[in-house]
């Protein structure tokens, strides 16, 4: 029977990986996979992580299962960081932990689907796993446009598509530092967000996948806050692979508000259950790690100051690429304003080609680049590229 499946093509950023390790060019320049590079190009272990590491291999005791649920001193200790200390939304927030924040929103959309949802807005263009998650589970995604045409959100595009909605749907959201195209709703539009979401009863799922790598810890959470300060139900999606440098040991986790602490209970018991069924019990190693990192006042503080070195580097970098101006026919002087490790070139995919064939730079087709990986010894060589084949 196994033949009657179709050959499926590579993921194409899985697919760039091989071609860059491949190319012997030593100048070559690697835009595509979306990890955190430093200035040498490497994607190293938290200093902050390495340390708790150290104290979970001392203290650890036993590695019996912990539920579907996962490690629940993770997901609490997260909650101030993401919500806020003091928030009234504490008593009708329930968490479970998720193997990163692709497990979190497999299983918000699929609790969505659950409760009767059966459309899904996502502003496009989106990390493009959020529609093959939505493809492989039967939900219908409706698209609208989330960048305008001057390089800001499409508030005109989002109010129009969440008053066509009403209860039964809801709208995918990212909190912050949009991915692929590095643009952000200000404060001032997710008010006007939460606002709309409140009048239409349609369900908010944000996905908070970048948290501390925009503006700020605080700064970056203001959507999530906004939003849930205004509806009764919401689902949040929240991952530490790259604010903690985890990406290969999945760790995230998913917090659903319901309209009172009753709701949020059943919300949690079907969430429970649909992760039983999907994955049973999440990896605990990371989540273990970061529990530590948070409870440990020392350890905190170093976390933050390295994720605070992470973001003033790729604003260093997104700095130089607007003093650059434009190269070619692409503007860069938009991506300063931008947030987070990624951003939309306007190039073709010839273009994209002649950048990797004839330059050495490798980005995805679409002409998302990594900004991270740019240093101020290589943007040079990327503007002059550029310029050279637009």
Not at 268 to 281: D, E, G, K
Not at 328 to 348: C, I, N, R, W, Y
Request: aromatic share 6%; charged share 20%.
């Amino acid at each position: 029977m196994l033949d009657r499946l179709n050959q499926q093509p590579p993921d194409a950023l899985l697919a760039l990986i091989a071609l860059h390790n491949a190319d012997p060019r030593s100048d070559k320049i690697d835009l595509g996979v979306g990890v955190y590079r430093t200035a040498d190009g490497a994607t190293p272990v938290f200093a902050s992580v390495k340390v708790a590491e150290g104290k979970l291999l001392e203290t650890q005791g036993s590695k019996a299962y912990l539920g579907p649920e996962g490690d629940m001193g993770f997901v609490k200790a997260l909650m101030p960081h993401i919500f806020g200390a003091a928030s009234p939304v504490h008593a009708r927030l329930g968490g479970m932990q998720t193997p990163g924040g692709t497990g979190a929103v497999r299983l918000a959309a699929a609790l969505a689907m659950r409760a009767g949802v059966t459309h899904l807005a996502v502003g496009t263009p989106t990390w493009p796993n959020h529609n093959q998650i939505c493809a492989d589970l039967g939900l219908d995604v409706v698209g609208f446009a989330h960048a305008a045409p001057d390089g800001t959100a499409n508030m005109a595009a989002l109010t129009l598509a969440l008053r066509s909605m009403g209860k039964g749907d809801a709208v995918l959201l990212h909190g912050a530092c949009h991915n692929p195209t590095g643009i952000d709703y200000t404060a001032h539009q997710w008010d006007h967000i939460a606002d709309l979401l409140a009048e239409t009863g349609v369900l908010p799922i944000l996905d908070l996948a970048y948290h501390g790598l925009g503006d700020g810890m605080e700064q970056d959470a203001y959507g999530v806050r906004a939003v849930l300060a205004k509806v009764p139900e919401a689902l949040i999606c929240y991952s530490c692979d790259k604010n903690f440098g985890y990406y290969r040991d999945r760790v995230g986790a998913l917090y659903a508000l319901g309209a009172s602490a009753d709701d949020t209970h059943k919300i949690m018991t079907n969430a429970y259950a649909l992760a039983r069924a999907n994955w049973s019990m999440p990896p605990d190693h990371g989540a273990a790690v970061v529990r530590l990192i948070l409870e440990d006042e020392a350890l905190t503080t170093s976390w933050l100051d390295e994720l605070a070195g992470m973001r003033a580097r790729i604003g260093e970098v997104r700095a130089r690429l607007a003093e650059a101006g434009t190269a070619g026919t692409v503007d860069l002087t938009l991506l300063g304003e931008q947030k987070g490790m990624f951003a939309m070139l306007p190039l073709s995919k010839e273009q994209v080609i002649a950048l990797r064939e004839d330059h050495g730079v490798y980005m995805a087709g679409n002409g998302r680049i990594n900004v991270a990986g740019l240093t101020l010894g290589n943007i040079d060589k990327f503007v002059a590229a550029l310029a050279a084949v637009s």
